[in-house]
Each structure stands twice: as C-alpha cells, then as structure tokens.
C-alpha cells in the first residue's frame, strides 16, 4: 500500500510539472487542473504497484514511468489542440532509448528500429497524404 501512495503522489507531483511544461511551449497548451495529475498519478501508481509485487522488473520502472508521462502530456496536448509540440516529441526518442539502456543493447537497438520504422512510415503517408499527417 506504501508503495501505491508513494508513486501515486510522485506520479502527481510529475503531471503538475508537466502541466507547467506544456503551458511554458512556445505555443503554450493550457491545460486545466488536475487532469495531468490525476492521469500521470494513477499510471505511476499502478507501475508502482506492479513493481513491489513483482510484475514490474526494476530495469523496466524507468522506462514505463516515463512514457507514462510523456504519453499523458503529448495525448493532453493532441486532444485539446490537436497537435503534438516538438518540444515533447523531438527529444523523446533519444530520452526512451536512454531508458531502455537498463534493458541491455538488444532492447535499445530493437526500440531504435521500431523507431526508423515508424518514421519511415510517417514520412510515405506524409508523402502520400500530406493532408492527413501533420510534418512534425
């Protein structure tokens, strides 16, 4: 039970911060308490909680925890404004491979892959469709 109050809190403190982040972008995205505190309080919460009982490994907390919050604050912005800032998603690649680091090279290098892919993707429906896909 510790271990649910202590991510849930810190999973509140770090959807507050990203509330603040989102409305300090260049093209601010004011979002309403306490969506992001909520939302990030409770996916950190339920990581903690499949840690301490074991379903969690430790070398993959740092890495469900953070795209639990980057999930919370790129989804936030891409509902309410319908686009997603660079200043969330540019260093997101690099940041989730860091992440994986504890997983060992094959997990890094597979992420990396999956990463190309999906920019590869993105860039023949870009290409395809522009209207469809915004260029970020």
Request: glycine share 14%; charged share 10%; with cysteine.
């Amino acid at each position: 039970m510790a271990h649910l109050i202590v991510f849930g809190g810190l999973g509140m403190l770090a959807g507050s911060a990203a509330r603040a982040l989102l409305a300090r972008l260049p093209r601010g995205a004011l979002v309403p308490p306490p969506w992001c505190e909520l939302v990030v309080g409770a996916l950190w919460a339920t990581c903690g909680c499949g840690w301490s009982s074991g379903l969690l490994p430790t070398r993959w907390l740092p890495l469900m925890l953070g795209l639990a919050w980057l999930g919370v604050a790129a989804g936030t912005v891409d509902l309410m404004h319908r686009r997603l800032p660079d200043a969330l998603t540019l260093p997101a690649g690099p940041l989730a491979l860091a992440a994986a680091l504890p997983l060992g090279a094959p997990v890094v290098l597979r992420a990396a892959v999956c990463g190309m892919v999906l920019v590869g993707a993105h860039m023949a429906v870009r290409a395809l469709a522009p209207a469809a896909l915004g260029a970020g």
